[in-house]
C-alpha cells in the first residue's frame, strides 16, 4: 500500500500579489514522497525560487494549498513547522565566526528551552548530522576556514539537526567546483534514500539531476510544470523542448546538452575494434566543433577511423580523409592524428 506524501499541494498557485499582481505558475498539484530525491530545474526566470519560497513558507501562494503530512503549511505554527521541515538557502549565513559544531546546534532550536539548552538527545542528534555529511573532521574549526563544499556540507548537517521529514535546498551547488557539485548532489540522494526524508532541490546543473534525482519537477517559461523521471521527460522530448527556447540542444543519445553546432560537416565515424568510450568522446568532440556524425548510407565529408596505434599497441589513434567522390583522381591517403583537438582542427579547416 502507497503511503500518503510528505509534500502536496491543491490547485496551487505562485507569484506576487503586487501590485502590480504576477502570476507565475497556477493549478500545481505536487506530490513528493518519502525518501524521494526531486530535483526542480527550469529556464532562468521561469519561477524556480518562487516555486522554492513558496513551498517552504517564505511567501504566501496566490491560491491553493501546501499540505505537509496532510496539514496547511499555513496553518502549522511556526516552531512546528521547523520539525517538519529545514530550508537551505543560497545565500550564506552571517555565522563565520561559529565553530561548525555550533553553528549545526543551531538546527535544535525547535526542540530546545527558551535558553537554548542543549540535552544528550541534543548532542546526540548533532553529532549524528555532522557524520550524515562526513563534517566530524572539521566539527571544531570555525565557518569562515571551510571550503566552500565544506561549508554546503555542514549547512545541511544543520538542516538535519532540524530532524525534518521534507528538507527543501535553493542551488545547493551554485558556489561548487565540478567535483564539489557531484558530491553534494550524490549526498543528498544517499540521504534521501538512507533516511527516508523527501529533498527538493533547485539546481542549473541539468545533466547532474538527470544522473541522481529520482524525479524532475520541470518548470517551463509560461507557467507549465511537467513532472516524471528524468528518462520519461527525455523519451517524451519535453526537457529538449524545454530549453530549446534559450539555444540549446539536448542530445537524446548522449544525454546532454550542447550549443547549435556552428558547422554543419558531417562524417562516418567507424570504430570496430576499440572500446565504446573512445566513438563517444570522439563523437562528442566533433559535435562541439561542428560536425555531425551521420550513418554509414548517409553522404558525408569526411570519414574517420579509430584504431590501434601501430607504434604503441596501448594507444588510440584517428586515421581521416576526405570521403571519395566519383572522380579519376584517388582520394588522399588518410591522414593520422593523436588527439581529438588535433583530428577537429583538421576536419574543420583550422589545421595549420
Known amino acids: 500500500m502507497s503511503h500518503p506524501p510528505i509534500l502536496h499541494t491543491t490547485d496551487l498557485s505562485i507569484g506576487y500579489a503586487g501590485p502590480p499582481a504576477h502570476t507565475v505558475a497556477r493549478g500545481l498539484q505536487l506530490h513528493l514522497h518519502a525518501g524521494e530525491l526531486v530535483?526542480?530545474?527550469?529556464?532562468?526566470?521561469?519561477g524556480k525560487s518562487t516555486l522554492i519560497r513558496t513551498l517552504a513558507g517564505m511567501?504566501?501562494?496566490?491560491?491553493?494549498t501546501v499540505q505537509l503530512d496532510g496539514v496547511d503549511l499555513t496553518t502549522l505554527p511556526a516552531r512546528e513547522r521547523a520539525r517538519r521541515l529545514s530550508v537551505v538557502l543560497t545565500e550564506?549565513?552571517?555565522?563565520?565566526?561559529?565553530?561548525?559544531?555550533?553553528?549545526?546546534?543551531?538546527?535544535?532550536?525547535?526542540?530546545?528551552?527558551?535558553?537554548?539548552?542543549?540535552?544528550?538527545?541534543?548532542?546526540?542528534?548533532?553529532?549524528q548530522s555532522l557524520a550524515a555529511v562526513a563534517a566530524l573532521e572539521f566539527a571544531d574549526r570555525p565557518f569562515h576556514?571551510?571550503?566552500?563544499?565544506?561549508?554546503?556540507?555542514?549547512?545541511?548537517?544543520?538542516?538535519?539537526?532540524?530532524?525534518?521529514?521534507?528538507?527543501?535546498?535553493?542551488?545547493?551547488?551554485?558556489?561548487?567546483?565540478?567535483?564539489?557539485?557531484?558530491?553534494?548532489?550524490?549526498?543528498?540522494?544517499r540521504l534521501a534514500h538512507r533516511t527516508q526524508r523527501a529533498i527538493l532541490l533547485s539546481t542549473h546543473d541539468l545533466e547532474l539531476a538527470l544522473h541522481t534525482a529520482d524525479l524532475l519537477w520541470l518548470l517551463d517559461e509560461d507557467g507549465t510544470l511537467h513532472t516524471g523521471a528524468p528518462e520519461d521527460l527525455v523519451l517524451a522530448g519535453t526537457l529538449a523542448q524545454v530549453f530549446a527556447r534559450d539555444g540549446v540542444v539536448f542530445d537524446t543519445q548522449s544525454g546532454s546538452f550542447r550549443s547549435p553546432a556552428s558547422s554543419h560537416s558531417t562524417a562516418h565515424l567507424h570504430a570496430p575494434d576499440v572500446p565504446a568510450m573512445w566513438r563517444i568522446w570522439t563523437e562528442r568532440a566533433l559535435q562541439r566543433g561542428g560536425v555531425q556524425v551521420v550513418?554509414?548510407?548517409?553522404?558525408?565529408?569526411?570519414?574517420?577511423?579509430?584504431?590501434?596505434?601501430?607504434?604503441?599497441?596501448?594507444?588510440i589513434v584517428w586515421w581521416v580523409q576526405p570521403t571519395a567522390a566519383p572522380s579519376p583522381t584517388p582520394?588522399?591517403?588518410?591522414?593520422?592524428?593523436?588527439?581529438?583537438?588535433?583530428?577537429?582542427?583538421h576536419v574543420t579547416g583550422q589545421a595549420a
Request: proline share 11%; no cysteine.
Open 39 to 46: 530535483a526542480l530545474l527550469g529556464p532562468n526566470g521561469a
Open 59 to 64: 511567501q504566501p501562494p496566490l491560491a491553493g
Open 295 to 315: 550513418a554509414a548510407q548517409t553522404p558525408a565529408a569526411w570519414q574517420i577511423t579509430l584504431g590501434p596505434s601501430d607504434i604503441a599497441p596501448d594507444a
Open 331 to 345: 582520394p588522399p591517403p588518410p591522414e593520422q592524428h593523436t588527439s581529438l583537438y588535433a583530428l577537429v582542427r
Open 145 to 189: 576556514t571551510l571550503s566552500d563544499g565544506e561549508r554546503q556540507r555542514v549547512l545541511i548537517a544543520r538542516a538535519l539537526a532540524q530532524e525534518p521529514r521534507l528538507l527543501i535546498l535553493d542551488e545547493p551547488t551554485a558556489f561548487l567546483d565540478l567535483p564539489r557539485r557531484v558530491s553534494i548532489l550524490h549526498l543528498l540522494r
Open 92 to 127: 550564506r549565513p552571517a555565522v563565520e565566526q561559529l565553530r561548525v559544531r555550533d553553528l549545526v546546534a543551531l538546527g535544535r532550536h525547535p526542540y530546545t528551552d527558551w535558553f537554548g539548552n542543549l540535552n544528550a538527545a541534543d548532542h546526540a542528534m548533532i553529532e
